[in-house]
């Protein structure tokens, strides 16, 4: 049966969702795609869940994407003598590099990078941003702070450092050993944690090389400013409104998030929105309404995918969050206004030939009458890319002769994708297969169009200059 929805959704696999029943249930229940998070588990139990989805992919004809979130360099305090501590507005309180249990009055904070780039002035936030210290000043080995805001402090909670750059790797060397397991096992994806700068994004690549493609997760300011580049160094973008929200004032989220979005479409590069967007429904069966308009908004704002975390991974209804989300997407989707609100005021521009044959596809399919589906013929992907990135009306139709670029469709936007190991070699060939595939989806009728894009000559990469038109026979 045809996918229903264009935009994709994200589900993240924990312990709720680990075994093959659930599994099977939640690509029934609509998830295009599964996180692994390795900020938890062991490899042994990210094998097992991978040869499960791989094998539910095959067993429902689906292609699901895999997608191995690094954890990135987790900055967290030390441990308390009890465990705990409350810290009242205005007292002192000293971050070190002694190894002792906490107090009242001190804790270990084990980074020596944020002793060197912290300076006077400048905020420390704890504990999701809940407590806030101000750093009075500092020497080789001690942060002398008071407390803005205070709260209770408790064993390794996080530390973020709002518009300070730290002279770290987004990948520790856990994630290296990570990654290189990733690979291994053949995931379509990797997602990079705390992405500061470009630079990050390239020394990533060079790990990796084109085993996987690079989802850059923008958590930081720092990365913001740099988000151009980073977007163009990057295969997706994640909107990790989690830590954006404690980096930046909360109440910018929103703006960023459309923004980011905009500017990942001009690239064609696909964007994932993320966190807590049904969180309630961890412990309950139906979400808030405010949950419900922020999942609508992100569909509104044309993101590739919107993801489940804790909802999925720990959650009490795993299977009815999943649900849920498709539901909210069917009915955005369904709107007269979805698809026309996208191009208003929206300024086209394209500064590849690839992006205008594309751009000139999505015109066609809406003046030329009886069009039944958008045919990509693609080696690498970015040809379905880049027709994803002008949001047709229509199906899009991703025919490649490689699984592995079969299985990166899971988070981009209206694709679907099918696997033909025939030569693209002539204009018949192209013909029969687009025919064959398209009618196997169940789109169109015989008499109807479908729009084709291309490279040419047949079987070249990352080229995109041919735009034809096949009657279904």
């Not at 690549?205 to 930081?220: C, F, Q, R, T, V």
């Not at 880049?386 to 592995?404: F, G, W």
């Not at 013909?431 to 169940?442: M, S, V, Y």
Request: net charge neutral; proline share 4%.
């Amino acid at each position: 049966m045809p996918q229903n929805t264009n935009t994709k959704i994200l589900a993240t696999i924990g312990p709720a969702t680990g075994s093959k029943e659930v599994l099977s249930k939640l690509i029934d229940a609509g998830a295009d795609a599964f996180r692994f998070n390795f900020s938890h588990g062991t490899h042994e139990e990210h094998e097992k869940r991978f040869k499960i989805v791989r094998e539910l992919s095959k067993k429902k004809k689906r292609h699901i994407s895999i997608v191995a979130d690094m954890q990135g360099p987790k900055l967290r305090v030390g441990c308390f003598e009890n465990g705990a501590v409350i810290l009242k507005d205005k007292q002192e309180f000293i971050l070190d590099l002694d190894e002792t249990l906490g107090t009242e009055k001190r804790v270990n904070l084990p980074h020596v990078e944020i002793f060197k780039a912290v300076k006077k002035g400048d905020k420390l936030l704890l504990n999701d941003g809940n407590i806030i210290l101000e750093v009075k000043k500092k020497d080789d080995s001690h942060i002398f702070t008071t407390v803005i805001v205070g709260g209770k402090l408790s064993d390794h909670k996080g530390v973020n450092l709002p518009n300070i750059a730290l002279p770290i790797s987004a990948l520790t060397q856990k994630d290296i050993n990570d990654l290189k397991f990733a690979l291994k096992l053949g995931v379509d994806w990797v997602s990079l944690s705390f992405v500061q700068k470009a630079q990050d994004v390239k020394d990533a690549k060079k790990l990796i090389g084109n085993k996987a493609l690079i989802i850059s997760k923008l958590e930081k300011p720092s990365a913001i400013e740099e988000l151009d580049e980073i977007i163009a160094l990057s295969d997706a973008i994640m909107v990790a409104r989690g830590d954006l929200g404690v980096e930046c004032p909360i109440e910018t989220v929103p703006l960023l998030q459309k923004r980011i979005i905009s500017a990942c479409r001009k690239q064609a590069k696909p964007v994932i929105v993320a966190t807590q967007m049904l969180e309630s429904m961890i412990n309950a069966p139906t979400p808030t309404r405010a949950e419900v308009s922020d999942v609508a908004t992100a569909v509104y704002d044309m993101a590739d995918t919107v993801m489940l975390s804790a909802e999925t991974a720990v959650g009490s209804y795993p299977v009815e969050a999943v649900e849920m989300m498709h539901h909210i997407i069917e009915r955005v989707e369904g709107d007269s206004n979805f698809i026309a609100q996208t191009y208003h005021n929206e300024t086209h521009t394209c500064s590849l030939e690839s992006l205008g044959i594309t751009y000139a596809a999505k015109e066609l399919s809406e003046v030329l009458p009886n069009v039944a589906a958008i045919v990509t013929f693609t080696n690498s992907g970015f040809t379905t890319f880049s027709m994803s990135k002008e949001r047709p009306k229509l199906p899009i139709v991703a025919i490649t002769p490689h699984e592995n670029v079969a299985s990166r469709m899971g988070i981009v936007w209206g694709v679907r994708a099918v696997v033909d190991t025939d030569v693209f070699k002539n204009f018949d060939m192209i013909e029969h297969i687009a025919n064959k595939h398209t009618k196997a989806l169940g789109y169109g009728k015989k008499g109807e169009y479908i729009i084709a894009t291309a490279g040419y000559p047949f079987g070249q990469t990352l080229m995109t200059n041919l735009l034809h038109t096949i009657r279904i026979k």
